[in-house]
């Protein structure tokens, strides 16, 4: 299922509108939920390698959940797209690292959020993010970095091609 989009970037009507934007939080959230689920794997075989047992699936659907809306937010925002025209690379690692920077932030804010309903004050949430870790955060946020690189890659490279040239390419069958 795909709606019309004109050449400005968002469909006309409110049906359509709402349509595209389920479509493409859909898109983001399943995109998402593999890297995490992924990750999460990883680290669960790691860990169960030392008799340790982690396995927090659940995790991964949730915050690919919220971070796929904070996505959709920051692609209605229009986010990233001043460099439009520039050289792809440039363009991708840009986009990259602003939705980087605002998934970490509004990560920040779910935790102070969570942190203040369970009655901890917001500060310590935040603080204790990657169970505390400097290097940890660090890591989590390269790695979200990593993660988004790819997805980036394939949005300009659609907007390049122009608007369902990309799903065409990779839907059609081989030459």
Same mark, same amino acid.
């Given at each position: ?12 009507g409110l ?14 959230? $399943? ?9 999460? @794997?990883?680290? #669960? &075989? ?9 396995? $927090?699936?659940?995790?991964?659907? =949730?915050?690919?959940? %919220?971070?796929?809306? =904070?996505?959709?937010?920051?692609? $209605? ?11 792809? @690379?440039?363009?991708?690692?840009? /986009?990259?690292?602003? =939705? ?5 932030? =509004? ?5 102070? %959020? ?8 917001a500060a #310590? ?5 990657? #169970? ?5 955060? !660090? ?12 997805? !980036? ?19 059609? /069958? &081989?030459?």
């Amino acid at each position: 299922m795909s709606t019309a989009v004109p050449p400005g970037g968002h469909p006309k009507g409110l049906k359509a509108r709402l349509l595209h934007e389920l479509e493409e939080y859909g898109t983001i959230f $399943a995109y998402l939920y593999v890297a995490f689920a992924t990750v999460i @794997f990883y680290r #669960d &075989a790691v860990l169960r390698a030392e008799g340790i047992a982690f396995g $927090a699936y659940g995790f991964a659907f =949730f915050k690919a959940l %919220v971070m796929a809306k =904070f996505m959709v937010l920051g692609h $209605a925002a229009r986010l990233g797209e001043r460099l439009r025209g520039r050289r792809l @690379f440039i363009n991708v690692v840009y /986009r990259a690292s602003l =939705f980087m920077a605002l998934l970490v932030a =509004f990560s920040m804010i779910e935790e102070a %959020v969570v942190g203040l309903l369970h009655g901890r004050a917001a500060a #310590d949430a935040i603080r204790d993010m990657a #169970d505390g870790s400097l290097r940890e955060k !660090f890591a989590y946020a390269l790695l979200l970095w990593v993660i988004l690189l790819p997805y !980036f890659a394939l949005r300009v490279l659609g907007e390049v091609l122009g608007k369902g040239e990309l799903k065409r390419i990779f839907l059609s /069958r &081989a030459a």
